[in-house]
């Protein structure tokens, strides 16, 4: 039937093995990858592996688990983790939960500009500067304290730095932006003529947001959850300056930090930042996994 | 856009103006407090400072040797734009103009170390870093900052070289440009407002990044945000104030570089990496 | 290593093959195209028309075969060493540089003084009619004066051949019909050698001297715009060549070369393209041109009509046979849908051909 099928028409001559790997996509442009990819493996990879092989060989002898079975027996090192999603969950929660009308809003606004610019601020100025801040503005004789006062909403000074709030504070101050931006553009990046078919089909502006928005939007919000959530479990610099670091803001890291710098066990902080990355991945997957039940696809219409 | 007029949207929408206004308020206090304290004379149980000075400038730098470190500062920016540059730029021509088996893996690879805090991936590193001796030098705080700064090259060039039209190097090689004329000609020049800003925001985020820094550096090798830190740690030991001038002299040094990277970048870029949307 | 306009004399593409995916391979194409002509690659999108002339130009390099240029082989060469001019289907400008320096690249590139490349950029600039633009970033550019800059481009270098690849693909209708004249224009006042990849019949017909026409990375049929118009070898080379009507039915009777065939009823005669023998399927081709309204008879379809369209002098009308046969035809008079009527057509109007093979489509 197919007698004139020409498909054998080029064995004689086959293609050479550099065309054959060009075929794939290898030749000299994707060799310039390689520097990247190496140094990639040996200060990301390498040191992770090797701090993982290192957390099962103590520096006080005694078995390969010891290092586990020392963070969680000792109630000073195993509360740090129950301490640290203290901190971490509530304040990633409130982040998101005001992020997401905030964001609503401000993609109605035409000069979106100055207010992205006031909040990137504390993400560029970073954590230490805004502990160093807010021990000045929340102390007792703050311009915050002192506003109240005058108002008079209180009769004394709340008591908001060294301890939990001062920390939890300093985590909205960096983490709303940055959860806020992240959500932006989200919302920015889904075609307004959807919400505009809905309108004209009758849907209101609960609605819309319930049936077209938040379906779509659903797996960049558990995106943005997961970033704001591993940033603010992270917690280390504000813990130390803004809280009580022996006490309730005694965060992982802190554990972590210790464990290596005094009393030079690096074994030992190898063990405790698996330990942070392990629970971190354990919500990050507890998170996306439960993506798996929202829409997945293109957000932008039927342009695919 | 769809705008409601109704009561309760418009008291909806109030209220999430008023919780925005709160918290730029807040931001804004906060930082003027900085500003304020680091020129007051005397500054206790007032609403303002007694007097204004600029003596504690003076004293900050010398008691915290704030020359050496901004020199140190600068010399590890440096290092870790440059090379930093030169190794996400090749790499992500790559990435842009290459499919290849891994590829995907590659990229994971590539974006872990932004996903991933610098606290939990950097105790392990450091770790290695004090082994190998390298941790407390220069290089060791280069090598450290170049974890998160080399991925986040490659991640803001790839959707850039991605829009430069593949047919565009395909005519310069038609009409006679070799690999080094294609690059000179036609590949810099289209590159160049990408690297600028790519490069811009590593150097923003390079200052800033305290973790890494501080869990790798030795005494000499120092950075601002770190000495900053150990100025807030032993709080105490030197006047507020001189703490507070040193923690503008930091703003400044850091605000400088954002107010010309933001002449080349959206700021949601800063966090999302999105390509620039069109503004409407 | 630019190749000198006046030692060449032909273009030789020799078995050219290219194997990798199964979209855009070429099988064997072989192909010669001497000075000065214009040649049209013509075919559906996917035929291998575009791979073949980013062979020619050394964008992708051949699995198998060879390309010459009079005796020198030049499909081992790098693109760079070619010396081929080429405009690409959107233009790819440099965005950075203005229209002067696109126009120069070429000549830059070569080393050639900065006089001459002046003197050289003018010319073309005058030829492509874009005097006073040059300052210009592409950006500040309409479509056709983009498309204006792309050729001026291409043939300031002086290259011995000139490839274009569907270059009014992006322009609108009228522009499209203006550049069109453009450049064979152009192509007439150089002399210049083009080969030029497009899949719009029209556009291949009224500027090529001989039409290449692909399909499935294989040469189908070579021939000039009248030879392909009137005598198309093969049944897709016809349906390309605007005959829309394909009858299928089962030959009757063969009488020097005339073709007598039953479609559902009907008896249809045309001359033979392919080989048919008696008994046998096979199709006949008709332009809707040829096919009109017509009085009953066993030489004439009776159809339903679908849809009826006003094209100006003529109405251009569908419809279906009792049998689901779809046809499409012309008439004077407007014909209501629904409305019986019997379609004929010319006996030497129609071409027969044999049922494709298997596995060709």
């Given at each position: 039937?197919?007698a004139?099928?020409?498909?054998t028409?080029?064995?004689?001559?086959?293609?050479?093995?550099?065309q054959?790997?060009?075929?794939?996509g290898?030749?000299?442009?994707?060799?310039l990858?390689?520097?990247a990819?190496?140094?990639s493996?040996?200060?990301?990879?390498?040191?992770?592996?090797?701090?993982?092989?290192?957390s099962f060989?103590?520096?006080?002898?005694?078995?390969?688990?010891?290092?586990?079975?020392?963070f969680?027996?000792?109630?000073?090192?195993?509360?740090?983790?129950?301490?640290t999603?203290?901190?971490?969950?509530?304040v990633?929660?409130?982040?998101l939960?005001?992020?997401?009308?905030?964001?609503?809003r401000?993609?109605?606004?035409?000069?979106?500009?100055l207010?992205?610019?006031?909040?990137?601020?504390?993400?560029?100025?970073?954590?230490?500067?805004?502990?160093?801040g807010?021990?000045?503005?929340?102390?007792?004789?703050?311009?915050?304290?002192?506003?109240?006062?005058?108002?008079?909403?209180?009769?004394?000074?709340?008591?908001?730095v060294?301890?939990?709030?001062?920390?939890?504070?300093?985590?909205v101050?960096?983490?709303?932006?940055?959860?806020f931006?992240?959500?932006?553009?989200?919302?920015?990046?889904?075609?307004?003529?959807?919400?505009?078919?809905?309108?004209?089909?009758?849907?209101?502006?609960?609605?819309?947001?319930?049936y077209?928005?938040?379906p779509?939007?659903m797996?960049?919000?558990?995106?943005?959850?997961?970033?704001?959530?591993?940033?603010?479990?992270?917690?280390?610099?504000?813990?130390?300056?803004?809280?009580?670091?022996?006490?309730?803001?005694?965060?992982?890291?802190?554990?972590?930090?210790?464990?290596?710098?005094?009393?030079?066990?690096y074994s030992?902080?190898?063990?405790?930042?698996?330990?942070?990355?392990?629970?971190?991945?354990?919500?990050?997957?507890?998170?996306?996994a439960?993506?798996?039940?929202?829409?997945?696809?293109?957000?932008?219409?039927?342009?695919? | 856009?769809?705008?409601?007029?109704?009561?309760?949207?418009?008291?909806w929408?109030?209220?999430?103006?008023?919780?925005?206004?709160?918290?730029?308020?807040?931001?804004?206090?906060?930082?003027?407090t900085?500003?304020?304290?680091?020129?007051?004379?005397?500054?206790?149980?007032?609403?303002?400072?007694?007097?204004?000075?600029?003596?504690?400038?003076?004293?900050?730098?010398?008691?915290?040797?704030?020359?050496?470190?901004?020199l140190?500062?600068?010399?590890v920016?440096?290092?870790?734009?440059?090379?930093?540059?030169?190794?996400?730029v090749t790499?992500?021509?790559?990435?842009?103009?290459?499919?290849?088996?891994?590829?995907?893996?590659?990229?994971?690879?590539?974006?872990?170390?932004?996903?991933?805090?610098?606290?939990?991936?950097?105790?392990p590193?450091a770790?290695?870093?004090?082994?190998?001796?390298?941790?407390?030098?220069?290089?060791?705080?280069?090598?450290?900052?170049?974890?998160?700064?080399?991925?986040?090259?490659?991640?803001?060039?790839?959707?850039?070289?991605?829009?430069?039209?593949?047919?565009?190097?395909?005519?310069?090689?038609?009409?006679?440009a070799?690999?080094?004329?294609?690059?000179i000609?036609?590949?810099?020049?289209?590159?160049?407002?990408?690297?600028?800003?790519?490069?811009?925001?590593?150097?923003?985020?390079?200052?800033?990044?305290?973790?890494?820094?501080?869990?790798?550096?030795?005494?000499?090798?120092?950075t601002?945000?770190?000495?900053?830190?150990?100025?807030?740690?032993?709080?105490?030991?030197?006047?507020?104030?001189?703490?507070d001038?040193?923690?503008?002299?930091?703003?400044?040094?850091?605000?400088?570089?954002?107010?010309?990277?933001?002449?080349?970048?959206?700021?949601?870029?800063?966090?999302?990496?999105?390509?620039q949307?069109?503004?409407h | 290593?630019?190749?000198?306009?006046?030692?060449?004399?032909?273009?030789?593409?020799?078995?050219?093959?290219?194997?990798f995916?199964?979209l855009?391979?070429l099988?064997?194409?072989s192909?010669?195209?001497?000075?000065?002509?214009?040649?049209?690659?013509?075919?559906?999108?996917?035929?291998?028309?575009?791979?073949?002339?980013?062979?020619?130009?050394?964008?992708?390099?051949?699995?198998?075969?060879?390309?010459?240029?009079?005796?020198?082989?030049?499909?081992?060469?790098?693109?760079?060493?070619?010396g081929?001019?080429?405009?690409?289907?959107?233009?790819?400008?440099?965005?950075?540089?203005?229209?002067?320096?696109?126009?120069?690249?070429?000549l830059?590139?070569?080393?050639?003084?900065?006089?001459?490349?002046d003197?050289?950029?003018?010319?073309?600039l005058?030829l492509?009619?874009?005097?006073?633009?040059?300052?210009?970033l592409?950006?500040q550019?309409s479509?056709?004066?983009?498309?204006?800059?792309?050729?001026?481009?291409?043939?300031?270098?002086e290259?011995?051949?000139?490839?274009?690849?569907?270059?009014l693909?992006?322009?609108?209708?009228?522009?499209?019909?203006?550049?069109?004249?453009?450049i064979?224009?152009?192509?007439?006042?150089?002399?210049?050698?083009?080969?030029?990849?497009?899949?719009?019949?029209?556009?291949?017909?009224?500027?090529a001297?001989?039409?290449?026409?692909?399909?499935?990375?294989?040469?189908r049929?070579?021939?000039?715009?009248?030879?392909?118009?009137?005598?198309?070898?093969?049944?897709d080379?016809?349906?390309f060549?605007?005959f829309?009507?394909?009858?299928?039915?089962?030959?009757l009777?063969?009488?020097?070369?005339?073709?007598?065939?039953?479609?559902?009823?009907?008896?249809i005669?045309?001359?033979?393209?392919?080989?048919?023998?008696?008994?046998?399927?096979?199709?006949?081709?008709?332009?809707?041109?040829?096919?009109?309204?017509?009085?009953?008879?066993?030489?004439?379809?009776?159809?339903?009509?679908?849809?009826?369209?006003y094209?100006?002098?003529?109405?251009?009308?569908?419809?279906?046979?009792?049998?689901?046969?779809?046809l499409?035809?012309?008439?004077?008079?407007?014909?209501?849908?629904?409305?019986?009527i019997?379609?004929?057509?010319?006996?030497n109007?129609?071409l027969?051909?044999?049922?494709?093979?298997?596995?060709?489509?």
């Amino acid at each position: 039937m197919d007698a004139f099928a020409p498909a054998t028409a080029a064995t004689a001559h086959g293609p050479s093995l550099r065309q054959r790997l060009a075929a794939q996509g290898f030749d000299a442009v994707t060799l310039l990858v390689v520097p990247a990819a190496i140094f990639s493996l040996a200060l990301f990879v390498y040191p992770f592996a090797f701090g993982f092989i290192l957390s099962f060989e103590p520096k006080a002898g005694g078995d390969w688990l010891a290092n586990y079975k020392r963070f969680f027996s000792d109630p000073f090192l195993y509360e740090t983790i129950a301490k640290t999603l203290w901190l971490a969950i509530p304040v990633t929660l409130l982040n998101l939960l005001l992020a997401v009308p905030i964001a609503f809003r401000v993609r109605l606004l035409r000069h979106q500009r100055l207010l992205t610019t006031t909040l990137v601020l504390p993400i560029t100025l970073g954590t230490v500067l805004v502990a160093e801040g807010l021990l000045n503005y929340l102390g007792p004789q703050g311009w915050f304290n002192r506003t109240l006062m005058t108002l008079g909403l209180i009769s004394e000074p709340l008591k908001l730095v060294h301890n939990y709030w001062g920390v939890f504070a300093s985590l909205v101050i960096t983490g709303f932006p940055f959860t806020f931006l992240l959500t932006l553009s989200y919302v920015t990046g889904i075609d307004p003529a959807l919400e505009q078919a809905g309108a004209t089909l009758g849907a209101n502006s609960w609605q819309r947001f319930r049936y077209i928005y938040l379906p779509l939007l659903m797996p960049g919000f558990a995106i943005t959850f997961c970033l704001s959530f591993v940033q603010a479990f992270s917690v280390f610099p504000s813990a130390v300056l803004l809280g009580a670091p022996a006490g309730p803001t005694r965060v992982i890291s802190i554990a972590a930090y210790q464990a290596a710098f005094e009393e030079y066990d690096y074994s030992m902080a190898s063990a405790v930042a698996m330990i942070m990355g392990f629970v971190q991945l354990a919500i990050v997957v507890a998170v996306l996994a439960s993506r798996g039940l929202f829409y997945r696809g293109p957000a932008s219409g039927a342009k695919g | 856009m769809i705008r409601d007029t109704t009561l309760g949207a418009k008291l909806w929408a109030a209220a999430i103006w008023a919780v925005v206004a709160f918290f730029v308020l807040n931001l804004l206090a906060m930082i003027a407090t900085v500003v304020t304290s680091s020129f007051a004379t005397r500054w206790l149980g007032t609403w303002l400072p007694a007097g204004w000075t600029t003596r504690w400038y003076d004293s900050a730098w010398s008691e915290f040797q704030l020359g050496d470190v901004l020199l140190v500062t600068f010399q590890v920016v440096g290092a870790v734009v440059l090379i930093s540059g030169v190794l996400g730029v090749t790499a992500a021509y790559a990435l842009a103009r290459r499919d290849f088996p891994g590829k995907k893996l590659l990229v994971l690879l590539f974006l872990l170390p932004l996903l991933i805090p610098p606290i939990t991936f950097g105790i392990p590193l450091a770790t290695v870093l004090y082994q190998t001796g390298l941790a407390g030098t220069f290089w060791g705080v280069v090598a450290a900052n170049l974890v998160p700064t080399v991925p986040f090259v490659i991640l803001v060039m790839i959707p850039f070289i991605e829009q430069i039209d593949p047919k565009i190097e395909a005519a310069a090689r038609v009409f006679g440009a070799n690999t080094f004329k294609l690059f000179i000609h036609v590949l810099l020049p289209l590159l160049l407002p990408g690297i600028l800003a790519a490069l811009l925001l590593v150097l923003v985020r390079t200052i800033a990044m305290f973790e890494l820094t501080f869990l790798v550096a030795g005494p000499t090798s120092q950075t601002l945000v770190v000495a900053l830190y150990y100025a807030v740690f032993a709080a105490g030991v030197r006047a507020v104030q001189s703490i507070d001038a040193m923690a503008v002299i930091y703003m400044v040094t850091t605000l400088v570089w954002l107010v010309i990277a933001l002449r080349f970048v959206n700021p949601t870029q800063i966090v999302t990496r999105a390509k620039q949307q069109p503004a409407h | 290593m630019t190749i000198a306009l006046s030692q060449f004399d032909e273009v030789r593409l020799d078995r050219v093959s290219r194997d990798f995916g199964a979209l855009n391979a070429l099988r064997d194409v072989s192909l010669t195209i001497r000075r000065r002509e214009f040649i049209a690659l013509l075919g559906p999108s996917g035929c291998g028309k575009s791979t073949t002339l980013n062979c020619i130009a050394g964008l992708l390099p051949v699995t198998g075969g060879a390309i010459w240029l009079d005796k020198q082989r030049v499909d081992t060469l790098r693109p760079e060493e070619r010396g081929f001019g080429m405009v690409f289907q959107n233009y790819a400008l440099f965005p950075h540089l203005n229209v002067r320096q696109n126009i120069g690249f070429g000549l830059k590139m070569r080393g050639t003084p900065k006089a001459e490349i002046d003197r050289k950029v003018d010319e073309a600039l005058s030829l492509v009619r874009l005097q006073g633009q040059e300052h210009k970033l592409p950006g500040q550019l309409s479509g056709g004066q983009q498309q204006r800059v792309a050729i001026a481009r291409a043939i300031v270098i002086e290259p011995p051949l000139v490839l274009m690849d569907e270059p009014l693909s992006n322009l609108d209708a009228k522009l499209r019909l203006e550049m069109r004249a453009e450049i064979r224009r152009i192509h007439n006042e150089l002399g210049a050698t083009t080969i030029y990849v497009t899949h719009d019949q029209d556009e291949a017909l009224s500027l090529a001297d001989r039409i290449v026409v692909l399909r499935d990375g294989v040469v189908r049929q070579v021939g000039s715009p009248k030879e392909l118009y009137e005598e198309p070898a093969h049944l897709d080379v016809a349906d390309f060549m605007g005959f829309r009507n394909k009858l299928r039915g089962r030959v009757l009777e063969i009488e020097n070369g005339r073709v007598l065939l039953d479609v559902e009823g009907a008896r249809i005669a045309g001359v033979a393209r392919e080989h048919v023998s008696p008994g046998s399927l096979a199709y006949a081709a008709i332009r809707s041109d040829d096919m009109a309204v017509g009085t009953p008879g066993d030489r004439s379809l009776a159809v339903t009509v679908d849809t009826m369209e006003y094209r100006g002098r003529e109405f251009v009308g569908t419809a279906h046979t009792a049998g689901g046969l779809d046809l499409v035809f012309r008439s004077h008079q407007a014909v209501e849908p629904g409305a019986k009527i019997h379609l004929q057509v010319e006996d030497n109007r129609v071409l027969v051909f044999a049922e494709p093979v298997q596995g060709r489509n």
